[in-house]
């Protein structure tokens, strides 16, 4: 479970005129606690007006550069990214959570692979790691980069990918989708067309391993469902969601009951009753427990936790797998208990 230290801002990048890139200053004594794998993500804490507001962000450095980066988009609506995008200046002390997630990449300098990833707006901010962590630590492969934006102008770390295609020539290829501009390789969004034309033309002569998808949900369907056609196995197809999907599951049942909760963090155990119209998380965090979580809208995958007794079921599901389902792992946001009595355990997973 990811733990929280005070770090401030050293350095404040801006990459596009919507987004910035923030490096924090990692004290010695920290450094262990934010050694990190490339495409893993770390919540920010931070109280405005009164109200405590966490956001998970990816990291866009290496693991090997000793910096702790990560990007924050200003999005419609968002109020902390417009904060921090208007607000923030170096100095400034954050509460930083320790790095996790699921999505991503451990090199192995003896292997030959190549690798392709999907990307829309800030989608490239972990898969820029990724890259960084292919190109430096595996140099036997090869990464193909499919990057779409509405412009040039908005593509995020388009200085960066550039000086690395000059850096890792034959090694590191990048294709861009611009929706409102001619200047790409494909003009629109990242389509079937564009998908198909990056696997069969453009780069007929290989054989992808493994595929990193990361930005909104329909675009990752898409690819996805493109890359299955192609015969690709769905085990080699990893992604991240960066916005929810306004879809939800019918949860059977009515939940007009009430279960007793017993939830073990931080190994502690506590125990009360709540309202099946709750979710685990909302009934957690009504009763003042420091359980782990983020983005509420089951995409970040911080409340993760395992059902010990008991049964719930998600309104969203996006990131577990059957597999790991079956294990008794269930997104704490998303859930809500159908069985009288239910145990959920956070340290355990």
């Known amino acids: 479970m990811s733990t929280f230290y005070k770090l401030a801002i050293k350095e404040i990048t801006r990459e596009t005129p919507s987004a910035i890139s923030l490096t924090f200053n990692v004290p010695l004594e920290f450094q262990d606690f934010y050694k990190f794998v490339?495409?893993?993500?770390?919540?920010?804490?931070?109280?405005?007006?009164?109200?405590?507001?966490?956001r998970a962000y990816s990291i866009c450095s290496s693991p090997n550069s000793g910096e702790l980066r990560i990007a924050i988009k200003a999005v419609q609506g968002g109020f902390f990214?417009?904060?921090?995008?208007?607000?923030?200046?170096?100095g400034n002390v954050l509460e930083v959570g320790t790095p996790e997630g699921k999505f991503i990449f451990e090199p192995n300098a003896d292997r030959q692979k190549n690798y392709a990833g999907f990307a829309v707006g800030s989608g490239i901010t972990p898969i820029l790691s990724i890259i960084k962590s292919v190109l430096e630590s595996e140099p036997?492969?090869?990464?193909?980069l499919t990057y779409g934006n509405k412009t040039p102008e908005e593509a995020i770390f388009h200085q960066q990918l550039h000086e690395l295609q000059l850096q890792y020539v034959a090694r590191f290829f990048i294709h861009y989708a611009y929706s409102n501009s001619n200047k790409g390789d494909f003009f629109g969004r990242i389509d079937k067309a564009a998908v198909n034309n990056v696997l069969s033309q453009k780069h007929s002569e290989k054989s992808f391993d493994k595929f990193y998808l990361c930005g909104p949900e329909d675009m990752i369907n898409l690819v996805s469902g493109v890359l299955k056609e192609h015969n690709v196995n769905e085990k080699d197809i990893k992604f991240e969601l960066f916005t929810a999907s306004a879809t939800e599951n019918e949860i059977s049942g009515s939940l007009e009951g009430h279960t007793k909760i017993t939830i073990l963090v931080d190994d502690e155990t506590t125990s009360f009753e709540m309202s099946q119209k709750q979710t685990l998380l909302e009934a957690a965090l009504k009763q003042g427990l420091d359980v782990p979580y983020s983005c509420q809208g089951g995409i970040c995958s911080s409340c993760i936790c395992k059902i010990k007794e008991g049964t719930a079921e998600m309104k969203k599901n996006q990131i577990?797998?059957?597999?790991?389902?079956?294990?008794?792992?269930?997104l704490a946001c998303q859930a809500h208990p159908t069985s009288a009595t239910i145990k959920i355990d956070f340290d355990d997973i």
């Not at 036997?140 to 193909?144: D, E, L």
């Open 81 to 90: 990214s417009k904060f921090a995008n208007e607000k923030l200046s170096v």
């Open 38 to 54: 490339a495409g893993q993500y770390v919540n920010l804490k931070i109280t405005l007006d009164g109200q405590e507001i966490r």
């Open 320 to 330: 577990l797998s059957d597999d790991e389902i079956a294990e008794g792992l269930i």
């Open 140 to 144: 036997k492969s090869t990464f193909v």
